[in-house]
């Protein structure tokens, strides 16, 4: 039922009972419980509406609150949604990857609680935060390990940030997150088998399968940079070590550095660009090979130039792939993940909280074990 | 009805119901229908029974049959079955991998004909040929191309197949069968998540995600021997061209002498183990990295000697691997592909056939353009 009221403009009991194949009483009846629990009002009639008009209800997105945050090794970033998952508000800070465990996790509150100030909602307006960060991430929210965060070992992470906020808290690979971010609002929506490359100072895949966020048995799927053929783990060092980029630059804008002056047809630059592709194909290549998905989409950091890598990758796929597939850079940019997170929570909104069968009660009430 | 009936011993009405979850009197008039079409039969009581027993039935497994044949470049296999996927008769010949295409179609209608002669039914008995092939298979039935069979180059096979055969007609990579097959009957049994590695003198991988053949966008899927960093288009060699080899030792038998021998502890030929095996781990650490697989199966020609072939396999990937999955050899060995065609078959019958609203009528009066 808020499936059929979702982002679809308010609807009457007749629409709704023909979008959910429900009998129009027991429409009635789910639209009167849904509204005691404040998830559907009533709209008021539109003004100059002749005669006696059917009534119409929407469902209330701002009924709840939601904040998806990406901890990365370097960016700490949180955003605020709505339960549409419209974003209202955002904070991003800087890290440092060998933060001790305290300084990270003050910095986490830090990111919420600023959304919460900037977006106007108290914390017991927020039903769920749902956190996207690198690593190996059990289902119940326990990192085994991190290759970036010096913190994140055997560490578990939903528990210290249940403590935190008296809200439901969701975890999981930040690549993963990335690519269903792709497939809800990105360049590779509606499609069924995404590959999402998550490239930038780190390297990452996260798979959509089926239309689902693939995670495989033992919560490792993805890790493809493991493989050393790929040389995924130096690739970025291409593209930041290049000969042109001025002594003293940031770490954080060399890369960028280095593919605009590619862009401008430097030639040193380009040859950076060219090995650092050729890394890159390899990875995508085995994931094309093996799936043969519908898109493969270049996001994280890097992809703000897939302009500059969309053209050296295509070609090199192209002479090992038996069928291309589309090949898109992000429109999401650094925002992927955190996007992903609030997609994330929705989806568990949807299966656990708005199913026939989920518990009256709104998410910050029912106790977590129940899920 | 049929799944609740299939493979579980003759069964009561009102076992039937609550399997089935319908009343007693729907599931009456379903197992008549079922009777009406010859799918289901009343067994009689058992002898000694006291009093008016109540009436059982069971699945007619033998009410229909269905051919799995496997066309490899150098042999074509065929397999009778009845509806429960029990084998009832083989056929195997040799073939020529350059054999003209009106050879190979020959030499496909021996095998079907073989079948049904050695098995008893007759050609109007046949419900469903299944065929595993090599190369790109679209989801039609046509041959995009195979790098092994040299007729197989935009062929409509399944067309050619359907005027050969008065009855349905799938077709299928081979890999991909394989791969079904021993998640049927095979040691993946079961398993959500599955990884089979097709060795012999031709590499493929076949690829099983949450329970479903994967086929990927464009039916290309599986096919990670393409990546040049896998150098699996030439790892056979590392066996067949082993210098232990005695000189005229025909190519089909070459590759068994080596891992003989290294099973036996010849260095040159642990050494020939050994480079095949750093190829073949490359791939299969592709697979394992992105998709994070429940189980790892070894099968085709090769997986014979999975004892050699396994320990130093394992040893590599435990090398790359963040998560080991479970690995082991097939025990279906040269009939993994009919096996897999004739568990498609039997998928192809429960979701066309033996559904709630599917055609009321044996498949192979269902004109095709039905399915």
Redesign the interface.
Known sequence: MIKALRGAGPATLSMLAERTGLSRPSTKDVVDDLTSLGWVEEVPPAAGTMGRPARRYRFRADGGHLVGVDIGAHNIRAALADLDGNVLAETRQAARPDAPLEERLAAIKRAVMGCLDLGGPTMSDLWMVAVGTTG?VTPEGRIIMSASISAWKDLNLAGLLREMFPCRVLIENDSRLAALAETRRGVARGA??VVFLHIGRRMG?G?I??G?L?????????????????RWVTAPDDLNGCAIVPKGTPIEDAAGFTLAAARNGDPTALDAVGRFTEKLA?GA???V??????IVVLGGGFSRSADVLLPPLRHRLER????M?KLRGSTLGDECVVLGAIDYAIDHLDQFFFAPDGPALRPAVVPERTV
């Open positions: 190996l069924g088998d895949t798979l399968l089926d689902k693939h995670r495989g048995f033992g919560a490792a799927a993805g890790e493809i940079v493991m493989l050393p053929e790929t390899v290549a085995a994931a090979l093996l799936l043969d998905p519908e090992v792939c038996l069928r597939p």
